[in-house]
């Protein structure tokens, strides 16, 4: 079992690009969640999904859009990159909601 | 809405000895879950140790100790016998009884000295 793998681990992006960081899981887990981490800050939830086929907002949505493509996959796309979301990335996942597993995170730069 | 306080932004502790790490909380549920996440520089986060609202008794996994004060709304985690490997950044995390979104602290460095 790899767990919750996640792709890039690092990214540059300039101010006005797009692009959408990836996420897998193999555990059959029904729910799947997007984090940032910033210096100083815990884990700030961006969206989350808590089945196939739904999305729900969380603390801090605006900037980024999400798909469940399926129950294996939860993707983050940030349409127009701007240096406030320049962070880590984290993308979890959990069958019970009081155990989340998480990926080994995305690195990402917004110059 | 909840929020998460830790407010040791760094904590040392010798090898071999016992580190206390505090978080306090904020909420009017009665029914939740609490939580400490490791983050080693790997960046991985890893689980810790959970602790039910409902239940009294702390929780405990090895070296891994809560002191969970409801009243007091403090969650504080013991660390004994400190290794190096503890070494990380620990976050306090919440999270509703049915909901679905954890709330994390903003951390304390936990650094280990040989």
């Known amino acids: 079992n790899a767990g919750v793998t996640q792709t890039p681990k690092f990214q540059v992006l300039k101010t006005g690009q797009s692009m959408t960081l990836q996420c897998a899981q193999d555990m059959n887990h029904n729910s799947m969640y997007w984090y940032r981490q910033d210096p100083g800050m815990g884990l700030r939830l961006i969206y989350y999904s808590a089945s196939e086929g739904t999305t729900d907002k969380g603390e801090v949505p605006n900037g980024y859009n999400v798909s469940r493509l399926n129950k294996r996959e939860f993707s983050l796309r940030l349409e127009s990159a701007a240096p406030s979301q320049t962070s880590v990335y984290f993308c979890?996942?959990?069958?019970?909601?009081?155990?989340?597993?998480f990926g080994p995170g995305t690195r990402l730069t917004v110059t | 809405a909840q929020t998460v306080t830790q407010s040791q932004p760094e904590m040392s502790v010798q090898e071999a000895e016992t580190v206390t790490l505090s978080c306090t909380y904020d909420?009017?549920?009665?029914?939740?879950?609490l939580f400490w996440y490791k983050q080693p520089p790997s960046r991985q986060m890893i689980l810790v140790i959970r602790q039910e609202a409902y239940k009294q008794q702390n929780a405990t996994e090895n070296r891994f100790s809560v002191n969970f004060q409801k009243a007091a709304k403090s969650f504080s985690l013991k660390i004994s016998d400190s290794q190096l490997g503890d070494a990380a950044m620990y976050f306090c995390a919440y999270l509703m009884e049915y909901g679905n979104k954890l709330v994390f602290g903003a951390g304390t460095i936990l650094r280990v000295k040989s």
């Open positions: 979890a996942s959990s069958m019970t909601r009081y155990e989340q597993y």
């Open positions: 909420t009017s549920e009665s029914d939740y879950y």
